[in-house]
């Protein structure tokens, strides 16, 4: 079945960046969206941005608004996400998720990777 594999998490200082990577593999079809959801220490895991196969983009959240975003290479199947101007509360685990559906929401995505931690601290 489909699987995801994030990388490019560590540790930054505030006001720093970095760059995710979702990286698609062993699939029939291409999922619809690929999305990016931030679960912070202790909080509920939320929707950070999606992006569909033909660059249809969902989001941002306003916390992010201006500092991330996506984009991604279908001739690789990665979705990349760029993260700028880190904050201490940008700080958590990092998923990518995939769904066939229409839709990018927590019970619409029905392949998740493991995450890729980021922190952010002085």
């Known amino acids: 079945q489909l699987e995801l594999v994030e990388s490019g998490g560590g540790l930054v200082q505030p006001g720093g960046s970095l760059r995710l990577s979702c990286e698609a593999s062993d699939f029939v079809l291409e999922p619809s969206i690929i999305g990016w959801f931030h679960q912070a220490p202790g909080k509920e895991r939320e929707r950070v941005l999606c992006i569909s196969r033909s660059g249809r983009i969902t989001g941002p959240t306003d916390s992010v608004k201006g500092r991330f975003t996506i984009s991604g290479d279908n001739a690789k199947n990665t979705v990349y996400l760029q993260m700028n101007s880190l904050k201490p509360e940008d700080t958590g685990l990092y998923y990518c998720?995939?769904?066939?559906?229409?839709?990018?929401?927590?019970?619409?995505?029905?392949?998740w990777g493991k995450g890729t931690l980021v922190t952010v601290s002085a």
């Open positions: 998720a995939a769904t066939y559906e229409n839709k990018c929401m927590n019970l619409t995505m029905a392949y």
